[in-house]
């Protein structure tokens, strides 16, 4: 066992950053060429304290890579042992991480780069999601700016009685909100519409059908930024595989001027994030659908396995035992 663990740091580097003069030492506890594959997935873990790159055979689910750094030079750096097998990788699919595009470019020069449609979804969502904790914001703000008013006029109150020599009672503060048709107010129906926001209208329940006729009344801004949502998701489906590239941007084209004329801040930046990596986005319809599942399933399963070992204070065991499971 001993020599299995000492096994671990074999491939450890010593990165110089030439910009500090700072020498960074970089742990490798797996790099197996054996496991690249034509088509490889890569993405970050965070292992206690640290964030690791783990790189994933996309057919076989294996571990290929895995190291505790993110920056693109030194990534290629400490993929040197595998160098040969990296180049002749024909997809990677990875997030839009500016790091991630710059490995990929530097090691991995004859791939198509798929930006995986898990982490674009995700971005989408919390655009939408961000609006709604912004119209939940805007009461809270309107909440206590009535707080302090009321507490000038409590304070004028009191000076005024004992002027008088009258005793002060003081006064309980409330803020009415107004009651919606379902019987909630803005406030409740907001912090109770996060999963409906989630689905596509025919997939929600008619509790939330209810809710949501309510919601989109109250606030038309959000009903915009959901029903752009739906529009890019629907455009980003397995549906639109195997269409014309001039079709697909078509589509995507017009979105972009949906989302220009709504004026939703949120949806705007989404919008410029998905324009800057336009090509990447639509690398998975050219390559039938193809996301990083496998390594977002790995990730899982590695939690799944720090859970079950009771952390990773002994981190070269832990390694150890990664390395004979998943790798």
Known sequence: MECGQSSLHENDIEYLNEDTGEIKNIQVPVCIPANVGSKMCIDEKQIGEDIYTVMINHDTGKIAFMADTIMSTELFEATQPMREELRKVKVINRDLASWYRKFSDLAMPNADQVGDKFHVIKLLLEAGQAVRIKLKRKIDTEKRKAHETFKIAEQKRRKANESKGVKFKKKKFVFNEKVLGNGETPTMILKRSQYLLYKFKHQWTDKQKE????????????????????????WYSKANIGKHELILEAGLFQWYENVEESRIEELMNFSSTVERNQDYICNYFLHNGSTNAKAENKNGKIKKFINSNQGTRDRDFFFFRLKKYYA
């Open 211 to 234: 809710r949501a006729a309510f919601l989109f009344a109250e606030f038309p801004e959000l009903e915009k930024s959901y029903f752009l949502s739906c529009e890019f998701r629907a």
